[in-house]
């Protein structure tokens, strides 16, 4: 019968055929497939991250480091990939199952033959090269002689002298014992903190902790180990060697001749000299900003020259291409909160001369952590403005506004070159763009994203938050809002309002797996940023000063009337938390409204009291509202737990036991206080955990605690579910199940 059709009656049917059946091997390839869904507390134990991303001095490789999911024990590895993106990345370094901490801070050799790394192996942190022509990694043997040994003090335990009596020999003379002991001291290895090379490839500079020596160890396993409270005479000190051509060191390692704390040393162009930070020791930093700049040449190292005109809230800092200029960041003149920095410019060499403000009047948030010079003379760094993190372009010679520089991105993070600026990394990202590593041949180009490994599956679903903003005491306040696939007109969810902590911080539009976490159950998430957050000017971060959980409080509640009014919200079910200052938020809200059916507070501060005195470093609070004694109304006002009386809703408080900067007792104050009053109240907290790390943890970032970031992300969302009725425990079996598909 078919040879009655015409030929091209036989294609058609031909072509419907093959149609046909590539329908149903897509169909059958679509019902095998999992799902896209989004995150459960499950996949955020399975979220790697990527960062600290490095340009070798050809421009041809890009080097970066992958921290491991949470379930694979959270260790940095140091990847590298081509910036041509035509090859996959592959992994340098694997790490023993001894080191919990993997290896991380890499750095190009300055010939780009190798690569230099940081690695815990044993019992201390040592410096390892790698070279890339072959070979295994291999740790330089640094020791040195400990500058300090308290087991020698005058009014040490067991007293000095005391062990060499009981050991000595009938026929030896004491001060003949002595002496022999005193003859070759003890080389000691050291723990690094951190390292340096010189561009010209000549240079290792490096600083350590000093290093305990055979008496203390001794006292410490005798238990003679009271500790004087700021009077610690061990401290970080900087060193420097000099390198082979073969990449081993030439001869010992020389001290510097500057003070500890050393935490930051960054080589001049020329390999010459280097600018050198430090931290007054014994915690002086609680009395006022203590930080210095030094200038150090590498051939006389006992000769460091103080920058004296440098202010004492130095940050980080950097040479200029010809090595006669610094740039550094300092706290604004400005009345402003501790950290909101600005660039300054200082000659070097000019014992009079004096900074030169570079970005006065700038609305956005310095980051001066890297710091890139571009040859017509202007300086290359990351801000945050508003929701968007980006770089600008700030003239050397302060005249100009910063010319921001679009790199295609919310987000941008890790800008980076190599000292020719023969091409630009960086991290870009925003809320329903997972993280990707871009290259460029030059800043402002497009981005060639780069291979990386799978730091997320694949079929995980996110969401991009939509900017808003409102009216508020006469500021406008930006918000981010995230909303659920399901909401519209037909169908109000439930709102979660989160406030970021700080207060001087900002919640700005980047991938974050937990927020999506919370969507996923059908919840509507707003991110406001308030008074007092940083990436708005001078003016913004200061307005909340002896007002904290005031106008910031209003600003919050006048968001949520504003997103009420605008989106497919229900108002009848609200909760509201935050970590940090966010959790003080919490806390403030408690006692302020009862429009929130749940509040939940992750290591707040509770009461300014109790708080000032057992922190760590108490400046930061000082700014705000001054020494508690001195300003009682102030403080007792700007406490939560002066609400206490108010309280109604049902709270849960989430806490780290080792937390140092708000400590353990300020959730306990809370917990006791809502529990006496008759509000519902929960207290979970955390063994080992400090302040960053337990955020960390509950946000799904990796974590090296296997359980207590999943545990306090269930205990959050069944206190939501049984408040605000909805059925995210349905919605999370259903997505673990289709997961495991």
């Known amino acids: 019968m078919l040879s009655f059709l015409r030929p091209s009656c036989l294609v058609l049917i031909f072509c419907v055929l093959i149609y046909s059946f590539a329908t149903c091997i897509l169909r059958a390839q679509q019902a095998q497939a999992p799902a896209s869904?989004?995150?459960?507390?499950?996949?955020?134990?399975?979220?790697?991250?990527?960062?600290?991303?490095?340009?070798?001095?050809?421009?041809?490789?890009?080097?970066?480091?992958?921290?491991?999911?949470?379930?694979?024990?959270?260790?940095?590895?140091?990847?590298?990939?081509?910036?041509?993106?035509?090859?996959?990345?592959?992994?340098?370094?694997?790490?023993?199952?001894?080191?919990?901490?993997?290896?991380?801070?890499?750095?190009?050799?300055?010939?780009?033959?190798?690569?230099?790394?940081?690695?815990?192996?044993?019992?201390i942190t040592q410096l390892f090269r790698l070279d890339l022509r072959g070979?295994?990694?291999?740790?330089?043997?640094?020791?040195?002689?400990?500058?300090?040994?308290?087991?020698?003090?005058?009014?040490?335990?067991?007293?000095?002298?005391?062990?060499?009596?009981?050991?000595?020999?009938?026929?030896?003379?004491?001060?003949?014992?002595?002496?022999?002991?005193?003859?070759?001291?003890?080389?000691?290895?050291?723990?690094?903190?951190?390292?340096?090379?010189?561009?010209?490839?000549?240079?290792?500079?490096?600083?350590?902790r000093d290093p305990q020596t055979p008496g203390e160890k001794k006292q410490s396993d005798a238990k003679a180990d009271a500790s004087w409270v700021n009077h610690e005479k061990h401290g970080t000190r900087l060193y420097l060697a000099a390198f082979k051509a073969d990449?081993?060191?030439?001869?010992?390692?020389?001290?510097?001749?500057?003070?500890?704390?050393?935490?930051?040393?960054?080589?001049?162009?020329?390999?010459?000299?280097?600018?050198?930070?430090?931290?007054?020791?014994?915690?002086?930093?609680?009395?006022?900003?203590?930080?210095?700049a030094w200038v150090v040449d590498a051939t006389t190292p006992d000769k460091p020259v103080k920058l004296e005109t440098v202010p004492a809230t130095v940050g980080g800092g950097a040479f200029n291409t010809n090595g006669n200029e610094i740039v550094f960041s300092a706290a604004t003149p400005e009345d402003a909160p501790p950290g909101y920095d600005e660039l300054f410019a200082l000659a070097v060499g000019n014992a009079t001369a004096k900074p030169v403000r570079l970005s006065a009047g700038f609305t956005g948030q310095l980051n001066a952590g890297s710091l890139f010079f571009a040859p017509d003379d202007f300086v290359v760094v990351q801000a945050g403005v508003g929701t968007r993190t980006t770089v600008v372009r700030i003239a050397l010679n302060g005249k100009a506004p910063p010319i921001p520089v679009d790199l295609g991105a919310p987000v941008i993070s890790g800008i980076t070159t190599n000292r020719k600026q023969t091409g630009w990394l960086w991290l870009a990202e925003s809320g329903a763009q997972p993280q990707k590593l871009c290259f460029a041949q030059h800043l402002g180009d497009g981005c060639t994203a780069l291979s990386l490994p799978e730091m997320a599956p694949a079929i995980l679903r996110f969401v991009e938050p939509e900017l808003v903003q409102w009216k508020s005491d006469g500021f406008t306040i930006d918000g981010l809002i995230y909303l659920p696939p399901d909401a519209g007109p037909a169908k109000k969810v439930p709102l979660i309002v989160d406030v970021h902590g700080g207060p001087f911080g900002a919640f700005e539009n980047r991938n974050d797996a937990f927020v999506a976490f919370l969507v996923g159950h059908?919840?509507?998430?707003?991110?406001?940023?308030?008074?007092?957050?940083?990436?708005?000017?001078?003016?913004?971060?200061?307005?909340?000063?002896?007002?904290?959980?005031?106008?910031?409080?209003?600003?919050?509640?006048?968001?949520?009337?504003?997103?009420?009014?605008?989106?497919?919200?229900?108002?009848?079910?609200?909760?509201?938390?935050?970590?940090?200052?966010?959790?003080?938020?919490?806390?403030?809200?408690?006692?302020?409204?009862?429009?929130?059916?749940?509040?939940?507070?992750?290591?707040?501060?509770?009461?300014?009291?109790?708080?000032?005195?057992?922190?760590?470093?108490?400046?930061?609070?000082?700014?705000?509202?001054?020494?508690?004694?001195?300003?009682?109304?102030?403080?007792?006002?700007?406490?939560?737990?002066?609400?206490?009386?108010?309280?109604?809703?049902?709270?849960?408080?989430?806490?780290?036991?080792?937390?140092?900067?708000?400590?353990?007792?300020?959730?306990?104050?809370?917990?006791?206080?809502?529990?006496?009053?008759?509000?519902?109240?929960?207290?979970?907290?955390?063994?080992?955990?400090?302040?960053?790390?337990?955020?960390?943890?509950?946000?799904?970032?990796?974590?090296?605690?296997?359980?207590?970031?999943?545990?306090?992300?269930?205990?959050?969302?069944?206190?939501?579910?049984?408040?605000?009725?909805?059925?995210?425990?349905?919605?999370?079996?259903?997505?673990?199940?289709?997961?495991?598909?």
Do not use: C
């Open 522 to 741: 059908g919840w509507a998430v707003l991110r406001p940023n308030p008074r007092g957050s940083s990436n708005y000017g001078v003016k913004f971060a200061a307005a909340n000063k002896n007002d904290l959980g005031g106008g910031d409080y209003r600003d919050v509640m006048a968001g949520v009337d504003a997103v009420l009014a605008k989106y497919p919200l229900d108002p009848s079910k609200m909760a509201l938390m935050g970590y940090s200052y966010g959790g003080e938020m919490a806390a403030f809200v408690e006692g302020k409204t009862d429009r929130f059916k749940v509040i939940i507070s992750g290591a707040p501060v509770i009461d300014q009291f109790s708080e000032y005195g057992t922190e760590r470093g108490s400046w930061y609070d000082r700014w705000y509202f001054g020494k508690p004694w001195e300003h009682l109304d102030d403080a007792w006002r700007q406490s939560p737990l002066a609400g206490a009386a108010k309280a109604k809703t049902p709270f849960l408080l989430l806490q780290g036991q080792s937390d140092a900067t708000d400590p353990l007792g300020q959730a306990e104050e809370m917990y006791r206080g809502l529990r006496q009053e008759g509000v519902p109240v929960e207290l979970v907290t955390y063994p080992r955990e400090d302040h960053g790390p337990l955020a960390i943890g509950m946000f799904g970032r990796p974590s090296p605690e296997p359980w207590h970031g999943y545990d306090a992300r269930q205990r959050v969302v069944e206190f939501l579910e049984k408040a605000l009725g909805t059925d995210a425990a349905k919605t999370e079996t259903a997505a673990q199940s289709s997961a495991s598909r």
């Open 37 to 123: 869904h989004f995150p459960t507390t499950e996949d955020l134990r399975h979220l790697q991250s990527i960062g600290g991303p490095q340009l070798s001095p050809d421009g041809k490789q890009a080097l970066f480091t992958v921290v491991d999911a949470t379930a694979d024990g959270a260790k940095a590895h140091v990847w590298v990939v081509a910036t041509s993106g035509s090859d996959k990345a592959r992994q340098l370094t694997f790490s023993p199952p001894a080191d919990k901490r993997g290896e991380h801070n890499p750095q190009w050799a300055p010939d780009g033959t190798a690569i230099f790394f940081l690695a815990h192996r044993g019992e």
């Open 135 to 208: 070979g295994e990694a291999a740790p330089y043997d640094l020791k040195i002689v400990p500058p300090v040994d308290e087991s020698k003090e005058r009014n040490a335990i067991p007293p000095p002298g005391a062990e060499k009596a009981a050991e000595k020999k009938p026929d030896e003379k004491p001060a003949d014992k002595d002496k022999k002991a005193d003859a070759t001291p003890e080389m000691v290895a050291i723990d690094l903190s951190g390292y340096a090379l010189s561009d010209d490839g000549k240079w290792l500079a490096l600083w350590a």
């Open 247 to 292: 990449g081993a060191l030439d001869g010992s390692l020389k001290a510097v001749a500057i003070a500890p704390d050393v935490h930051e040393a960054v080589w001049s162009p020329a390999g010459d000299r280097m600018l050198v930070l430090t931290e007054a020791p014994n915690d002086l930093s609680d009395l006022g900003p203590a930080g210095a």
